[in-house]
């Protein structure tokens, strides 16, 4: 039973990750020539947008692990859920406004405080999980905030001010964080393999 | 058989609400300045999408536990499933009208229009597994218009009224009504856990 | 593994149903004024939705019917099955063109036109799958073109040809289509049932 | 738990390319008269569409097929598959581009190298599961480079260069490598049908 939920709790999230993932494309606004001079000003979007497909995957990838570490899930776990799934939301908006006003600092610390708004959500996520699963289930013991997380939130908060002072400083920053997380949570990995161990 | 059946219909209606709550964000026009005063007039719109996305996650939630809670289907049951899916499909639409036009009493009762119509297709649904089960099973026991669902009628009546003394009384109702369902309905939870045990 | 692979092109194409379903809603423009007066033009075009809702559905439902049927597929009933969802991807073009074109007859038979082919690859996909199960499958015994199917297919050329007569002639055919295909396919239900005894 | 993981994969996958697929049809403008006339400018996009759908259906179909034939899948898979799927959700652009830019050779070299790419990445999507699977795996003793994707490559390279020609050629090209494509690739096929027997 509580395998079930979860896995139609996984399913609805994949189902809206793939579609925020994709619907962003449609935000490029296709060149009204079919000259490399009217691309030209897009590649700031296309940067952009293989940002922000990199972050979704992350987040899919992120969340994949975690919800395949986590045995139960309640209604706290649901609300969690969808919380992180509406910052998610906020991305095609964020990217397509960050693409379109590159020198402008307010899209580009929007972006960043959206991406901030969706790792305190994780965060919490990975909280009700805990909760859900009790003090002594191997999410518990393994979980909690790590390097990673917190170098990220203090990233984004610099990147959130740095804006004001250089738009580019903010963009180095995303693409270092997102660069960082490239490399999968061992910690889930490991704790996934132990509970494999134990059956 | 029954329960592939089940499963399919959950898939699809998953599939649905997944492109409902994310399509929305399309509708968000990305600012042509990018100043924080270009964000302001965007304010309206920007909470009609959180209030939207909520009222699309209740349905996902309260639909999840529906169908876990019920053990077949038929074709009756499709077609009650179809005509919900229908009137939340217009929640991106509705959503950006009212978010437009927020002081326009129309939009804001057509709003409150399309989630009445969304809550008596939610009840159509619900009796017609209900009919698929019996009335000996689990979920005509439990099962019944309960005073959540009869208060969110009455509210969406007097919203869908309201809107033409002032609108910002409607905006207030929609959003006392999102935060009475937030709360998972109990009735159906525990008939799953009995249900569980009789196993 | 036949199941499996059933399973996937099952998840594939209640996916792009999904998605045809519901795009569909982002081409209803939202009205420039929060009147009635501003709503009243788009009523043929919420009415070309609100049927065309009703056909992806009736395919959703009658797809799932003749899936459930068959055992086995093959590299035939992949393309089959994506020649199918072409024709239905081009639902939601066609409903905005003659929402938009009411009395105009080019779109109203260009609409029937996309019914018919999609008529058509249904019925392809059927022998197909047919022809994957072999001769003597319960498929085999209860498919081929019944009377709704052909009424069907009558009914589109007719109106394909009657939009130059006038176009709400066309319109009603395709209610009346609709109307009867709300009911599901009892053949293959019985087969299915039969399928089940046979276990 | 291995085979949990590939379904996720699976999944999420089948929903990107279902959004990918589908979403393609809200590139096409809607005729702003209700005439064939209105429609003939139409017909590059409309075959430019139907070309996108069949490449986007070949490559569900051997993405279907590679992780069928796998047994188990690592974060490296995970972000190789991420990374086709990055290149593959281009397609609605450079689609939307070539047929709004029919006889411009850059839109038609671009639509190649969308392609290229994404052939690339299937190659190294296809290594990275025979890593995960071990050199002893079925579908390492299948898989390699075969004639069919190296006549692909050779294709797209040509129909780049050759759209600076003429952007027929390069049109013809992709219709060629669609065609030859629809063949699904026997060689998966026969591993899994060997691994079926094996078990």
């Known amino acids: 039973m509580r395998t079930l939920e979860r896995d139609r709790l996984e399913a609805f999230s994949d189902g809206v990750l793939a579609v925020i993932i994709t619907i962003m494309v449609l935000e490029l606004k296709v060149p009204h020539a079919g000259t490399l001079a009217a691309l030209k000003p897009m590649i700031p ?32 776990v649901m609300w969690a ?11 095609p908006f964020v990217t397509s406004w960050v693409g379109t006003h590159l020198t402008d600092p307010i899209p580009m610390s929007v972006y960043g405080f959206d991406l901030l708004m969706s790792a305190v959500a994780f965060s919490l996520l990975a909280s009700s999980l805990v909760r859900a699963n009790g003090p002594d289930s191997l999410l518990a013991r393994q979980s909690g905030l790590d390097a990673k997380q917190i170098a990220s939130v203090v990233a984004y908060v610099a990147a959130i001010a740095g804006a004001f002072v250089a738009t580019w400083i903010s963009a180095v920053v995303y693409f270092a964080v997102a660069l960082m997380w490239l490399v999968p949570d061992r910690r889930l990995e490991s704790a996934i393999v132990e509970s494999q161990k134990g059956r």
Chains 1, 2, 3, 4 share one sequence.
Do not use: M
Not at 58 to 75: K, V
Not at 83 to 88: D, N
């Open 81 to 91: 859920n969808l919380h992180l799934l509406f910052w998610l939301s906020f991305i």
């Open 45 to 76: 979007t296309l940067l952009a947008y293989a940002l922000s497909f990199t972050f979704v995957g992350i987040y899919w990838n992120n969340h994949h692990h975690l919800l395949r570490a986590a045995g139960g899930i309640d209604g706290t």
